[in-house]
């Protein structure tokens, strides 16, 4: 299983089906078989058992398959229209949100906005937060008072992974936590 096959598969299936010709349906999903015809005729030599390997060793579960094992599609991060299907969940009292400190100034005015995606992502745990905001610098994890948001009416779901997803969290929500500091790895 190779690194470049999960961040092409990631590739497509958030960002850029049409870029190798690719349609999903209006819930992000996509026959396995034609993903793996169309990837193959664009150049990129991927067959059925490297997919099947590339879902079942991602650590973070980017990548689901159906139930009956033919469509895949990515659990979260899409930068593309697509309506998951989730119903809306109670989510926890609280969530986390990693960042770099960069971004803080712009945050504490405006809240946290999706930006290029369609949802904001939070996690359920501190440490999970800290690894995320280390991919775009020095990072600082806030927590979102998630009970707050969900009794003030805001809709909650959690993608395929367990990542917990939002539409735009008011600044009202936040307090900035220190980060650990023994943690935050850059993956
Ligand atoms: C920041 C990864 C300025 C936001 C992770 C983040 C996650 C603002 C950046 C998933 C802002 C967007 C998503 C505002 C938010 N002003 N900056 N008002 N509101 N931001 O990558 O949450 O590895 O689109 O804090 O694990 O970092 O790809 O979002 O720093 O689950 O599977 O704008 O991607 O998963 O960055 O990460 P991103 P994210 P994968």
Not at 9 to 32: C, K, N, Q, V
Not at 145 to 162: K, L, P, V
Request: proline content about 4%; some cysteine; hydrophobic content about 40%.
């Amino acid at each position: 299983m190779s690194a470049e096959t999960s961040k092409f598969l990631s590739y497509i299936l958030r960002h850029a089906p049409e870029s190798i010709g690719l349609e999903l349906d209006s819930e992000g999903w996509t026959d396995i078989d034609t993903l793996i015809a169309k990837a193959n005729a664009a150049g990129q030599a991927i067959d059925q058992e490297m997919l099947l390997l590339t879902v079942r060793d991602s650590e973070k579960k980017r990548l689901t398959l159906s139930e009956d094992g033919a469509r895949i599609r990515a659990a979260q991060g899409h930068s593309i229209k697509v309506d998951l299907g989730h119903a809306p969940s109670q989510p926890p009292a609280q969530l986390f949100h990693g960042t770099a400190t960069r971004f803080l100034e712009a945050i504490l005015a405006e809240g946290l906005q999706p930006g290029s995606r369609q949802q904001v992502h939070l996690s359920a745990d501190r440490e999970t937060a800290t690894q995320v905001g280390a991919r775009h610098g020095k990072p600082v994890v806030l927590s979102v008072n998630a009970s707050r948001m969900a009794e003030g009416g805001h809709t909650f779901f959690q993608a395929d992974n367990g990542v917990w997803l939002t539409n735009h969290v008011p600044a009202v929500y936040l307090t900035i936590i220190e980060a650990p500091a023994a943690g935050g790895t850059c993956q």
